[in-house]
């Protein structure tokens, strides 16, 4: 009789939400680490026994098991594992049961009917572990039930196992040493406040970013359970590449000495083709371009040349006091808006893969608000007309500027000769938003005043860039004075 075998599915769902939960950094990071520790560590030492691992990141758990009875006892407490050590998160599960003749012959399939199995279990809601009386106190950051008190500070359960991770030199440092590949990081080396992560202004930097086209890849190495294993292992291996390239290159061994410094990162996620990163907001654009431009290369080392992978990414830059949780919520929308451009058949053209980009956002207001609606406001001047002129390409594009290009545009606007074709920009922008024949006036105006190095990129800020994908006209001036704020704002020592 032939031997049957289960292919056993996990999906963690809430994980931003579970670390995002609070303001504190402190207790992102130890949340971080929580997560970075269920989807490696808790899984690996309890329910790998007798299974044959497929996948294991980024919140996504895959593995076969030969023994029902192993298979069972995950099933079962894995989920209860899960939220006792994360009160928050939650876990969807399925299983499939194959014959070995199966598994072998067929796995691309048996794989389909796990996911949607998974799709299914996504859906019904799990019961929270962190409901409580109304009467109970509460934690006055989460506004979940209070189970202990620190100095005057009620801390929920979540908090309290965040807190116990990074606080009093006991915080676990996995998925920074993973990120930075620095061995023998201490823990004073990691950020704990969020003033660690300012510098000369209180502007921080919430990245996301995320693979293109990875279905795609995916369908050629899911004929085999080695295959696909392989494929998962070395895309993990591509994406923890590109981010530690991304930070020796940025942040240099000049910038720091092991033994004190606090790094201006704090690594949120990693794995798969997922990067969530929080960091001095005058390092992230650089720091996106080289992760997209080694994401490429790894994967393409990794891979074959053939099957190399693009990314795209957003950057929500954001006030120190704004909330984590909605930054992360920005950059994410970021990053899908910069795919839906990408993606486009008319920018994609016959390439494999859609081309890397990205897209930012300086949040000017302290009121939440959509980003279609802060699009609006803020950086729709007239109908038709657009301020929003992102995405920046990692490679030369038509009709979109390259992040180089915007980097080098950016910093023509410093020194003397730069504050007043500044000036100039702001005050055009602001007759954009009455009337553009004022605009036009005021533009000539400034043009006539400004030297001969700053007209050309006077001009540049305020010529209108028409493209195929959308009726409306963009402007890039305001995205250029934006990042010039951010990267040379001064409001304290730092």
Not at 86 to 115: R, W, Y
Not at 377 to 395: A, D, I, M, R, W
Request: net charge neutral.
């Amino acid at each position: 009789m032939e031997k049957n075998k289960y292919i056993y599915g996990a999906s963690i769902q809430g994980i931003q939400g579970f670390i995002f939960s609070t303001n504190s950094l402190k207790d992102i990071v130890g949340g971080s680490e929580l997560v970075e520790k269920i989807c490696t560590t808790l899984f690996e030492s309890n329910y790998l026994q007798g299974a044959t691992r497929i996948i294991n990141a980024a919140g996504n758990i895959k593995c076969v098991y030969d023994d029902l009875q192993e298979c069972e006892k995950t099933v079962l407490e894995f989920p209860k594992t899960v939220m006792l050590a994360a009160p928050g998160i939650t876990i969807s599960q399925a299983v499939v049961k194959v014959t070995e003749e199966e598994l072998k012959t067929h796995f691309a399939s048996c794989m389909d009917l796990l996911e949607k199995k998974l799709k299914i279990q996504r859906n019904k809601p799990a019961r929270s572990m962190t409901v409580g009386f109304m009467g109970v106190e509460r934690s006055r950051t989460t506004g979940l039930p209070a189970i202990t008190q620190e100095s005057q500070e009620y801390l929920d359960e979540g908090t309290l196992k965040k807190r116990n991770l990074s606080v009093g030199g006991k915080a676990t440092i996995s998925l920074a040493e993973k990120s930075f590949h620095i061995k023998n990081l201490s823990p004073k080396n990691i950020a704990l406040n969020i003033e660690d992560l300012t510098g000369k202004n209180d502007w921080v930097a919430i990245i996301h970013a995320d693979g293109n086209g990875l279905g795609q890849i995916l369908s050629k190495f899911s004929s085999s359970m080695e295959k696909l294993k392989d494929f998962s292992e070395k895309l993990n291996q591509a994406t923890c590449q590109a981010a530690r390239a991304a930070f020796k290159k940025v942040y240099t061994a000049e910038d720091y000495t092991q033994e004190s410094s606090i790094f201006p990162f704090r690594p949120v996620v990693l794995g798969g083709d997922d990067m969530t990163m929080i960091c001095k907001a005058s390092l992230a654009l650089d720091y996106v371009k080289v992760y997209l431009e080694e994401f490429e290369n790894a994967t393409r080392q990794k891979l074959g040349a053939d099957n190399g992978l693009t990314a795209c990414a957003g950057i929500a830059f954001i006030k120190s006091s704004y909330p984590f949780h909605y930054g992360y919520d920005l950059a994410e929308t970021l990053c899908t808006q910069a795919k839906i451009v990408s993606k486009d058949p008319l920018i994609q053209k016959d390439a494999p893969v859609a081309p890397s980009s990205v897209m930012f956002y300086k949040v000017q207001g302290s009121f939440i608000e959509s980003y279609p609606n802060m699009i609006l406001k803020e950086k729709t001047p007239q109908k038709g007309l657009s301020f929003n002129f992102g995405p920046y390409f990692l490679h030369q594009t038509e009709e979109y500027w390259t992040i180089e290009e915007l980097e080098d545009t950016c910093s023509i606007l410093n020194g003397k000769e730069g504050n007043a074709a500044k000036t100039s920009i702001r005050k055009w922008m602001t007759a954009m938003h009455q009337n553009t024949e004022m605009a036009k006036q005021a533009a000539a105006r400034s043009y006539a005043m400004l030297s001969a190095s700053t007209k050309q990129t006077f001009q540049k800020a305020t010529t209108p860039q028409k493209r195929t994908l959308s009726e409306d006209v963009f402007y890039p001036a305001a995205d250029l004075l934006d990042l010039n704020t951010i990267l040379n704002q001064r409001t304290k020592e730092g």
